[in-house]
């Protein structure tokens, strides 16, 4: 189970997450929505600690962590909660110099302390569920932007998380390998794994969400099931988003 009660984050006076509360069940996925600067990424970023929560609550498992004026997380805290979460990026950050199944076998190897042997086996095991076997000796410069984004995700998978977190894992490419992408995530979802992802593909959304919440302003205005948020938004603010989306189709 994945748990934040009363999350707030501030960069110097800019207040960016106010009081954010939400819960999420294994096997559940998850979709944040909202305007740019609306705290979306930096929510993400809280539950893997990329960023530290100023006050709150998270829970991400078995690991429980409460933030308050003063409290700086141990180290083997911080470490013992990232192995629970794998993180997408939007760029996709591999190592230039080691190929699809060098990059998948790094965590394997220094995170998990697998012997290399081990570690090989894993990731083209990963390589090959994101569809992506035939090119495990490849080095980035020889992939597309869907296919590096694929090996991410293969990467963020070699830990075994608790939780799948995916930040605007599609913006970055272009629109016709956007489309390979989301198949991944799909099969993922329909696996069973617990994903948090911040997207604006509002038909992925709309497919593949168990629950939406929509933010703005560092709150969350809007939550529901995807017909719900969608179909018969409550507040105001939320509507006004979502005629934007419709209209710029």
Do not use: W
């Amino acid at each position: 189970m994945i748990e934040v009660q009363n999350l707030h984050k501030s960069f110097g006076a800019q207040k960016v997450l106010r009081g954010i509360d939400l819960r999420l069940d294994k096997g559940k996925v998850l979709v944040i929505i909202g305007p740019s600067g609306s705290g979306k990424t930096t929510l993400l970023r809280c539950f893997n600690l990329l960023e530290q929560p100023d006050i709150g609550t998270l829970r991400v498992g078995e690991i429980v962590l409460d933030f308050k004026e003063g409290f700086k997380p141990k180290q083997e805290q911080i470490l013992k909660l990232r192995k629970q979460s794998g993180m997408v990026f939007q760029a996709y950050h591999l190592f230039p110099h080691m190929t699809a199944a060098g990059n998948v076998m790094e965590g394997l190897i220094t995170v998990q302390k697998k012997n290399k042997a081990e570690a090989r086996r894993v990731s083209l095991e990963l390589l090959e569920r994101v569809g992506l076997g035939n090119k495990a000796d490849s080095y980035p410069h020889m992939l597309s932007g869907g296919q590096q984004q694929r090996v991410g995700i293969a990467r963020a998978m070699a830990v075994n998380p608790e939780v799948l977190l995916f930040d605007e894992p599609t913006s970055a490419l272009d629109p016709e390998l956007v489309g390979e992408v989301l198949r991944v995530m799909k099969s993922l979802a329909s696996s069973g794994m617990t994903m948090i992802v911040v997207t604006h593909e509002m038909k992925f959304a709309a497919e593949v969400a168990d629950r939406i919440i929509l933010m703005d302003s560092g709150r969350i205005i809007e939550e529901g099931s995807p017909q719900e948020v969608f179909q018969n938004p409550k507040s105001p603010r939320a509507a006004q988003f979502l005629n934007i989306l419709t209209e710029n189709k």
